[in-house]
Every structure is written in structure tokens, then in C-alpha cells.
């Protein structure tokens, strides 16, 4: 082999990753996965995303967030702005449980349906203070329901 140092190079990824944005990945052609990244339990996020107007087969005003059978409670429309080819859709996040979390919701306009997934990493108390996304901000801390201020007892004497 010779004096010649060996050196291994890896390809820049390409997901969006480096640049701490949302990313947005179409799954098929009307479902969308939208990766949050690490948040916080317990937390209220107001999340802000760009994705192609092109899922969306009439003007995106006309859609809204489909409550059947379920309504999903912790991940709900806030509303749409119509940029050129794009669609900012801006969502209201509850992170109420440790782990992955996927949160899923439907656009319906009459016969057509588009489906999102958010899809984040939730850490639970103790565990740091997450780094947000770019779009992401938070905006409520929700009291930790373990944890309760109205206890009867007196404590010791």
C-alpha cells in the first residue's frame, strides 16, 4: 500500500437535514409527510411549512381539516397562504407524549382529500431543551397533568 494516507469521503445528504428546515417528503401522490424534528412534552407549537400546490386540485382556500370519524385535537389547521407554485400551511402542534409521534390529519375540499403526517421526536421532561426547526416556534407551555398543585396533604408537623 504505500505512504499514501486513506481517507474515507461521504456525500453531503441531501433531506434537508443541514439547513434545520421542516422537511416536507411526498409519499404518494395525496399523502405528505411533514418531519418536525425534536420538540418538547407538554409543549404547544405553532409550526409553519412550504409544500408544492400541486396535491391540492382546486384553490387551497376552499380545504379544511376533516374531523371524522376522530377529530385529532393535538394537531389542528390554523390556516393557508397561496405563494406562486407553493402553499405555506401553518398548524397548531400538541406534544403530549414521549417517543415518536405521528400525528395525522386530512384536507378535504367536496371529493378530494389530501392526508399529512407530522411526524417528531417528543423528549420528555429532563431530558433537554430541543433546538426547533425553522417555522416551528413555540408558543404555550401546558402544565405537566403528573403534576399537581392541589394536594390535601398538610405535610409534617
Known amino acids: 500500500m504505500g505512504d499514501e494516507a486513506q ?3 461521504f456525500e453531503e445528504a441531501t433531506d434537508g437535514i443541514k439547513n434545520n428546515d421542516i422537511v ?3 409519499k404518494s401522490l395525496k399523502k405528505i409527510e411533514i418531519q418536525l424534528g425534536f420538540l418538547q412534552i407538554h409543549h404547544v407549537y405553532e409550526v409553519s411549512f412550504v ?10 382556500a376552499g380545504y379544511e ?6 377529530p385529532n385535537i393535538n394537531c389542528r389547521m390554523v390556516g393557508f397562504d397561496q405563494e406562486g407554485d407553493n402553499v405555506v400551511v401553518q ?14 390529519i386530512a384536507l378535504k375540499y367536496e371529493n378530494d382529500e389530501v392526508g399529512l403526517e407530522f411526524v417528531a421526536r417528543v423528549l420528555g ?5 430541543p433546538m426547533l426547526r ?8 401546558q402544565q405537566d397533568p403528573e403534576e399537581t398543585e392541589a394536594s390535601d396533604w398538610q405535610g409534617f408537623d
Open 7 to 9: 481517507h474515507v469521503h
Open 51 to 60: 409544500m408544492s400546490r400541486s396535491v391540492f386540485v382546486a384553490d387551497v
Open 91 to 104: 398548524i397548531k402542534f400538541k406534544a403530549v407524549k414521549e417517543k415518536l409521534v405521528r400525528e395525522k
Open 65 to 70: 381539516q376533516k374531523d371524522e370519524p376522530v
Open 134 to 141: 425553522s417555522g416551528i416556534k413555540c408558543v404555550e407551555v
Open 24 to 26: 416536507v417528503k411526498q
Open 125 to 129: 421532561k429532563g431530558k433537554g431543551t
